[in-house]
Nanobody, 114 residues
Framework: QVKLVESGGGFVPPGGSLRLSCTAS????????MAWFRHISDDSYELVGS??????NTINSIKGRFTVMESPELGRIWLQMDDLTPAATGRYHC?????????WGPGTQVTVAS
């Protein structure tokens, strides 16, 4: 079964940038829409966005500028995060949009603080 592996998180000051990376598989991109999520609690995840579509409500709470990029040929998806604020702190995961989701990967932690 395909495993989702995220990386690229870290500690940045307000106003900083990060680029998160996720390795999946090319096949997933042929059969699903891949996206980025932020873990809220337990089994609850907040959709951040997919390629060409960032969720307004999520961005309104997280703050910052977000861009999703992907390479289906490589089976990879990235989340570019700019102008970050402490509200963006959290653990970020990639996965397919429902109902095609896979088991969640470990995610990657983003911490925005002075």
């Amino acid at each position: 079964q395909v495993k989702l592996v995220e990386s690229g998180g870290g500690f940045v000051p307000p106003g900083g940038s990060l680029r998160l990376s996720c390795t999946a598989s090319p096949e997933l991109f042929r059969t699903t829409t891949m996206a980025w999520f932020r873990h809220i609690s337990d089994d609850s995840y907040e959709l951040v966005g997919s390629k060409g579509k960032i969720m307004f409500n999520t961005i309104n709470s997280i703050k910052g500028r977000f861009t999703v990029m992907e390479s289906p040929e490589l089976g990879r998806i990235w989340l570019q995060m700019d102008d970050l604020t402490p509200a963006a702190t959290g653990r970020y995961h990639c996965n397919a949009l429902p109902p095609h989701q896979l088991p969640w990967g470990p995610g990657t932690q983003v911490t925005v603080a002075s």
